[in-house]
């Protein structure tokens, strides 16, 4: 129990010393655009009722996990694929490298051009730009396995899905997990870029009004439900990551006792 408070204070101290630094260094703020915590606050509970969380964060939400779920599974699929095979590795590194050196945010304009102002777009917009942390990381993952594992599976004819699900996803499942982590913040980042375009609903999209109709405070309202967003993903992704990798860190925590 004393452990579980301690934790719980190391995460909260600093965002809490920020929120109390911010509320009392803007308390005197006379500025339009950049107005006290306290005014922020009290815009909260009428901005962010119950209709728009269903209007405008919910399709948010959605687009955000579909986008992502699809991402990771692509990102796997041809990681798996890329990671496994030598030559096609040296075939399509050189594409590879050069897709992930532009910037997702610039593809958004062409998407659309391409693909519409739909749902699907906003969500392709998000699997364009989340796809690669996974698929790099599962390539190396992949190439990284222990040999001598490997050698056992030939030896003892362990092949197809069997291998696939016991040997090589698992395995790779560390890396795996440290580009789905990544993906989850880049997913975010283009959650809100492709709702700032041609669409109606959407948190990006509610954050863009509330700036082009200068309600300052409620646009800052906004930023924070985004972050609130983000910090609750996280929380959810390490739950989920722990579960998954829960054999690892017991082996590595059996390591660190044995040394």
């Known amino acids: 129990m004393t452990l579980l408070l301690r934790r719980a204070g190391l995460a909260l101290g600093l965002p809490v010393v920020l929120l109390v630094t911010w509320w009392f260094a803007s308390a005197g703020s006379q500025s339009f655009y950049e107005p006290p915590l306290r005014k922020i606050i009290e815009v909260f509970p009428d ?14 939400v959605v687009r955000l996990l579909v986008g992502f779920v699809l991402a990771v599974l692509i990102g796997i699929a041809l990681g798996v694929l890329i990671g496994g095979n030598r030559r096609l590795r040296a075939l399509v590194e050189p594409t590879l490298e050069f897709l992930r050196a532009i910037p997702p945010p610039v593809l958004v304009p062409i998407l659309i051009l391409i693909a519409g102002i739909g749902d699907a777009t906003k969500v392709l917009v998000i699997v364009v730009g989340a796809v690669w942390p996974v698929l790099l990381n599962t390539v190396e993952g992949v190439r990284g396995v222990d040999e ?26 560390p890396h795996i997990v440290v580009g789905a982590r ?29 700036q082009r109709g200068f309600q300052i405070p409620e646009m800052w309202s906004g930023v924070f439900v985004l972050g609130l967003l983000g910090v609750l993903l996280a ?23 044995g040394n």
């Open 47 to 60: 901005t962010w009722t119950a209709d728009r969380l269903r209007s405008d964060a919910l399709p948010s």
């Open 148 to 173: 001598v594992l490997a050698d056992t599976c030939r030896s003892y004819r362990i092949t197809g899905r069997l291998r696939l699900q016991n040997f090589i996803l698992r395995a790779a499942s």
């Open 182 to 210: 990544q993906a989850l913040s880049i997913s975010i980042i283009m959650m809100v870029i492709g709702e700032l375009l041609g669409t109606t609903n959407g948190l990006g999209y509610t954050v863009i009004e509330f």
């Open 235 to 257: 929380l959810v992704f390490r739950l989920i990551e722990r579960r998954v990798l829960n054999w690892y860190h017991g082996a590595r925590a059996a390591e660190r006792s």
